[in-house]
Structures are given as structure tokens and as C-alpha cells.
Nanobody, 125 residues
């Protein structure tokens, strides 16, 4: 069983920054691929970013490239999402997720085995 707990969401003005954290339980966290998704009201859950177990390979949706950075600290069992130059369209509930089996289909939510409860990010204009 893996538990994921997100933190760091909040209200920020457009152009501002937030850093989301996701703390994971589990002795083999370092082997998981970790992802961030978001869901805005009335919209489907959307892939944002993912990072392989070593931290050396990352993936981003085009809309956040150059603004968001995903990283991980395997010693702390934590994955981060640094969000800069935030826009009102980034407003959503952000979820972290764990893929235990190293799937190649990282943009698909069905790939992930465990999910956090989500943290709200609101960007005002």
C-alpha cells in the first residue's frame, strides 16, 4: 500500500509561484515513476508532468513547459512541482500519483496505481 499526501497549494496572483510537495509512504519509493495531474472544474483530469525513478528523465505537457519543474528527493520520499509564471488557466486541483511498474504511458491517468487527495491551486488575474 502506498499513501500520497500533497501540500503547498493556495491562492496566488498571476505571474506568481508555488511549490507543491507530495510525500509518499512505501519502502520502494525510489523505484516509482511519479506524476502530477490537475483537474479544473468541469474538465477532465489532465497530465501535467512526470519523473522517472532516477530523476533524470522528466516529461511535461506543452502548456507548462518552461514554467513548471518536477523533481524528486528519494531520500525524503517526496516529489515536487515548482510552478512559476502561473496563469489563471493553471487553476485546478493538483494530484500526485505513483506508477509502480514503469509504464511508458505516463500521460494516461489509468497508468497510475496510487493517488493523493489533491491540493487546490487558484491563480487570480
Amino acid at each position: 500500500q502506498v499513501q500520497l499526501v500533497e501540500s503547498g497549494g493556495g491562492l496566488v496572483q498571476a505571474g506568481g509561484s508555488l511549490r507543491l510537495s507530495c510525500a509518499a509512504s512505501g519502502r520502494t519509493f525510489s523505484s516509482y515513476t511519479m506524476g502530477w495531474f490537475r483537474q479544473a472544474p468541469g474538465k477532465e483530469r489532465e497530465f501535467v508532468a512526470a519523473i522517472r525513478w532516477s530523476g533524470g528523465v522528466t516529461y511535461y505537457v506543452d502548456s507548462v513547459k518552461g514554467r513548471f519543474t518536477i523533481s524528486r528527493d528519494n531520500a525524503k520520499n517526496t516529489v515536487y512541482l515548482q510552478m512559476n509564471s502561473l496563469k489563471p488557466e493553471d487553476t485546478a486541483v493538483y494530484y500526485c500519483a505513483a506508477d509502480l511498474y514503469g509504464s511508458v504511458r505516463l500521460v494516461h491517468s489509468t497508468t497510475y496505481d496510487y493517488w493523493g487527495q489533491g491540493t487546490q491551486v487558484t491563480v487570480s488575474s
